[in-house]
């Protein structure tokens, strides 16, 4: 070794006894071998100003980029500590562009490697050290910081598909993205992980010139587009090309299971072993680095002809134009092959899921407000334009919303708190509908000879004995004692439960009503005698309590039986009024009395302030799927929530039951969503199908 001109530095890993005591940890370079010591130059600590000798056992020698890295560590005990780590020859290989997973104060946070810095310094002893830091940029949620670090404050490493560094576990998981570890699967499940010759086909060098290129490799994080248009996420486990293919293709293990999907097989062969609907085939120019950790940092690492601020969702043109076209309401015969599973309706986002469920409920199945999209003299055009545009269509069209177009809404509100606070469904769509949009209100409501014009109803009314009231008990309740009445037929009827709060509620369980006959609370509308069913002329509110005439329903009579009722003496004192309607005395007393009855479409429902949705999908009585906006979340704080939309069928059949039928025992049996449905029913949205389009 004497005419060697390389340098070969080494590291203390061992304290046994010699000539010479050395920490471990002290880093050198060896000057020649004498028998079985080296004779060296001692680096680091500096407390040696002559070559010393040590005994090989006692040391290992290192690349000098690995003494370098580990240079930059000064104190020992971190310095041996990070050399005697799984991933320490992983960070030997981190590049500039590279992710990582950096330690904080604050927890484990992923960053980008911006630069791998050569850097300098002088010794006590005058010596010049080398040494290497690495410039991160942490990619936390809300903003971006950049850290200088040695090698000891990284704990793992995104790059660790090189082949040199496969032999360390810790390397292979991005500590934000939590993923199966397909090895020890195999491990497990020998059967399995036996791989096909048809492997053979990936191209080590190719795949390795892929990832120079700024593209992918085995082991690399990238999202990739559903057939729905959501954004999924995995990461690579395969590339190759499989027989009868002439390109490129990629099986991906994603993020979180997906209809349709494989374990890993593909046409028959195993590629790779992961969990069932978990495994993807695609080809490979379909995949494109993961954008959650590449949006914030400069244009090199961005896949050629991806515009980085359009990176999650990238159309052609004709999708582009397709996407201007509006789209009806999805039919019942599409619903659950387009939105079942997860990544389906609409995105949540900090705090969105008010108004994830307000939106995903109204418009998915519904064209009860198709016109708020379309009226020519709204507020705000733009406003009108996205939700239009960029969440009703596309979740028409495409049965998912990403949490970005929801945020371009939230933004335009007119408050920053409703793009980050919790809000209710109902403040939402009173400051959408009338002071942004400035539509037309829902409702008109007459009280006391005066229109009140609103665009929902919250019931009012005293705790009364009631056990387990319906929606058409509550509201005929709230009417009577407030005294009011509808001036119109409503399109639309949103209706809030009494309850406030997170907890308090004034019922615990609430029967939804599937049609809500809403003929009897009607100013100007002819109405049916209670006893004979002729145009009734009178009403009496003190009625609705009396225990022979079924309590709870609304009395109103013809002249002849309300002189019959009145005329017990227990009812003397009730003060009937009198019912005046349009062309009444054009009526005659057998006339046939139209019952007016909205539908019910959708129910919010809310538990610890989180809002999720019923909806019905058809006409059929168990169309009904469940919707929550933040169902499921990957990646921790720095991650992103995962939507999710089941069938119910269940709530489909208990809802067609009379309510008069449904016995507390029923009540006590309901489990799952149709106990959620009871227990947490927070708003009721009704249609009337007649005036949907009129309105």
Same mark, same amino acid.
């Given at each position: ?58 040391v290992?020698?290192?690349s ?35 992710l ?25 002893s005058?010596?010049?050290i080398?040494?290497?830091?690495f ?20 704990i793992?490493v ?8 496969q ?56 999202e ?10 995995g ?31 593909f ?21 494109r ?21 359009s ?5 052609n ?18 619903a ?22 307000? =939106? #995903?409920?109204?418009?998915?199945? @519904?064209?009860? /407000? *198709? ?5 020519? %003299? ?77 665009y929902?109803?919250?019931?009012i009314?005293e ?15 709230s ?17 809030q ?8 509620? =004034? #019922?615990?369980?609430?029967?939804? @009503?599937?049609? /809500? *006959? ?5 100013? %100007?509308?002819?109405r ?58 054009d009526?005659?007393?057998?006339a046939?009395?139209c019952?007016?009855k ?34 499921d ?20 059949? #208990? ?8 016995g ?16 947490d029913?927070?708003?009721f ?11």
């Amino acid at each position: 070794m004497k005419n060697m001109e390389v340098k070969i530095y080494f590291i203390v890993t061992n304290t046994a006894k010699s000539k010479t005591r050395f920490n471990k940890g002290t880093i050198g370079v060896v000057q020649n071998e004498v028998g079985e010591e080296y004779r060296a130059t001692i680096l680091e600590p500096a407390t040696y100003k002559k070559d010393q000798y040590l005994k090989k056992v006692n040391v290992n020698l290192i690349s000098k980029r690995e003494a370098h890295i580990l240079l930059g560590i000064e104190n020992l005990e971190s310095r041996i500590a990070v050399f005697s780590s799984k991933i320490f020859r992983a960070i030997c290989t981190i590049q500039q562009n590279d992710l990582v997973v950096v330690k904080q104060k604050n927890g484990e946070v992923p960053g980008l490697v911006v630069n791998v810095m050569e850097q300098i310094r002088k010794t006590s002893s005058s010596q010049i050290i080398n040494y290497i830091l690495f410039e991160v940029e942490l990619l936390k949620e809300k903003e971006n910081l950049r850290v200088t670090i040695s090698a000891e404050k990284i704990i793992s490493v995104s790059s660790d598909s090189n082949p040199q560094v496969q032999d360390h576990k810790e390397a292979q998981k991005f500590k934000e993205i939590p993923r199966q570890n397909s090895i020890k699967k195999n491990e497990q499940n020998p059967e399995k992980s036996s791989t096909p010759s048809v492997c053979n086909t990936v191209l080590g060098n190719s795949s390795m010139m892929l990832k120079q290129d700024g593209l992918l490799e085995a082991g690399s994080m990238v999202e990739l587009r559903a057939r729905n248009g959501a954004t999924i996420y995995g990461v690579v486990r395969w590339i190759g090309i499989p027989p009868g293919k002439s390109e490129l293709w990629a099986g991906v293990e994603l993020d979180y299971e997906l209809k349709n999907c494989t374990d890993g097989l593909f046409e028959n062969q195993r590629y790779f072993s992961c969990d069932d609907n978990k495994g993807m085939f695609v080809k490979l120019q379909e995949c494109r680095p993961d954008s959650r950790f590449f949006a914030a940092s400069t244009s090199q690492l961005e896949p050629p002809c991806v515009n980085r601020y359009s990176v999650l969702h990238v159309m052609n043109k004709a999708e582009l134009q397709s996407n201007e076209a509006d789209v009806p309401p999805i039919p019942e015969s599409e619903a659950i092959e387009l939105l079942e599973g997860k990544m389906k309706g609409i995105q949540g986002h900090y705090n969105s899921c008010y108004l994830d469920t307000a =939106l #995903f409920s109204l418009f998915c199945f @519904s064209d009860v /407000l *198709d016109s708020v999209l379309h009226c020519p %003299n709204v507020g705000e055009q733009r406003i009108q334009t996205v939700l239009r545009k960029d969440i009703v269509n596309q979740l028409r069209r495409r049965g998912f919303v990403p949490a970005e177009n929801v945020m371009k809404l939230r933004n335009l509100l007119g408050c920053s708190t409703f793009a980050s606070e919790e809000k209710d469904p109902e403040e939402f769509l009173s400051v959408l509908l009338h002071q942004v949009l400035a539509v037309q209100p829902l409702l008109k409501i007459r009280s006391n000879d005066k229109t009140q014009d609103c665009y929902s109803y919250q019931i009012i009314m005293e705790k009364e004995d009631l056990e387990i009231p319906s929606v058409q008990t509550l509201l005929e309740r709230s009417f009577l004692s407030c005294d009011l009445k509808f001036d119109e037929i409503p399109s639309c009827l949103i209706i809030q439960m009494p309850r406030f709060g997170k907890g308090f509620k =004034l #019922f615990p369980r609430i029967v939804p @009503s599937t049609e /809500l *006959d809403i003929t009897d609370l009607l100013h %100007n509308s002819p109405r049916e005698c209670f006893l004979c069913g002729s145009v009734a002329e009178i009403e009496c509110i003190q009625c609705l309590q009396d225990p022979k005439l079924m309590p709870g329903v609304i009395k109103q009579f013809c002249q002849r039986c309300e002189k019959q009722v009145h005329s017990h003496k227990k009812r003397q004192n009730h003060h009937p009024q009198k019912i005046f309607f349009p062309l009444m005395n054009d009526f005659s007393s057998s006339a046939v009395i139209c019952r007016h009855k909205l539908e019910l479409f959708a129910v919010l429902c809310i538990k610890t302030s989180h809002y999720v949705s019923f909806v019905k999908y058809g006409p059929g009585k168990n169309s009904w799927l469940f919707f929550d906006s933040m169902a499921d979340r990957c990646g921790g704080e720095n991650g992103y929530n995962i939507p999710e939309i089941k069938a119910c069928p269940e709530v489909g059949e #208990f809802l067609s039951k009379p309510v008069g039928s449904i016995g507390k025992s029923d009540l006590e049996k309901a489990d799952g969503f149709v106990e959620r449905l009871l227990c947490d029913s927070y708003m009721f949205m009704y249609k009337c199908p007649a005036l949907c389009l009129y309105r």
